[in-house]
């Protein structure tokens, strides 16, 4: 399903021909992110990737733009802490255009000085965005918890102070740095012809130096307590995070710990959807969610509480995590979590740009690629007894990290004390 090809410096290109889609997605993945940069840079590499498109040797900023749009495309770029990426979704007939722009844009940016200040106000003004907005902002606050004073848990977006002080020179001695052949992955999905998609990044990589792979430090994570972060907000609800360190990107257990997340908060039948809006009525949402990275990852629970209810919430949550660790699923949860993760993905798969994705990150960050029936091969080997065994390795007090975001989160003692639940 899958073809690989490798330049000679050493760049990697996967292409997965969907003769049946209309459309192609493209992809150029850099095995580089947040966890790459210190204290004075940070933000540098979401920095840059906003100047890409700026302006290149070939295109300015406008006929970026308008050469992608115009013919019913989109394009657009993020920055990870691990990856960055720089994609594009338009119309089959177009994707030669498309790996013209892409190409030119990672390789020759202009990085032109007044794009730069003006691009250095937008960032400031998403940075305080951020801050406004208490779902957005009690992520921060967790991360800072579960990785504290280390680049894992720091902002992607950087903060004012040192957006503000980073210059020309350096984004382009950090592109110099981290942008090498050895550290990029092409993605492109869809209609095409292989063939003619390898000859043509061939001729535009071809001469990029291959340079070394990058490197990050490794997460440190030594906790035997439960921790609490609260920022006192006058807020109509509460907002919570409460995560725990859990597995990196490729440990046995992910697929495991995909259907607890499934379980306990994925969807409308998850339980904690059912005990905590639907059975208690306190919080209109609430749901889970996993992050995976190569050398550690967290399982997340994140909610919207009436300000009224925040501890009676906590202790909710914390219950459906004791009773998942105490008692077995029941092969009728048990049967539908697994059709229920494998269905997703499937139908996520369906779509050009979902499915370049898909390869980008497994490819970048794994240097392979899981297929389908991979995945539901793994999913058929879990059995219930492993939920509980990461149930119990993963739930655990000494474990929690609790960020809180309102107007009762100045009672910081009564919150603390509701972690305290084993």
Known sequence: MYKTDVLNNGLKLITCNMPHMESAAFGIWINVGSRYENNDNNGIAHFLEHLFFKGSKKYSCKKIKQSIEGIGGSLNGFTSEELCCYLVKL??????????????????????????EKERGVIIEEINMYKDLPASYVLLLLAGLLWPRQPLGASIAGTVQSVSSIKRESLFSFKEKFYTASNIVIVCCGRLREDAVLKKMASLFGRLKCGEKNRFVSAREKQNRPQLSVVHKDTEQTRIAMGFHALRRSHPDRFGLRLLHVILGANMSSRLFSQV????????????????????????????????????????????LKRIKEEPVSDREFGRAKDYYAGQLAIFLEDTLSHMLWVGESMTALEKVYTLDYVKDRLNKIRKEDLMRLSRSIFREGNINLAVIGPESNREKELYACLKHD
């Open 277 to 320: 809006r639907e059975k208690q009525g306190i919080a209109y949402e609430i749901s889970t969610q996993i992050e995976n990275f190569a050398d550690t990852g967290a399982f997340i629970i994140e909610a919207g509480i009436d300000n009224n209810k925040v501890r009676q919430g906590i202790s909710a949550i914390l219950g459906e």
């Open 91 to 116: 119309p089959a007939r177009h994707l030669n255009l498309a790996l013209d722009i892409l190409s030119d844009m990672v390789l020759n940016p202009l990085l032109p000085a007044k794009e730069l």
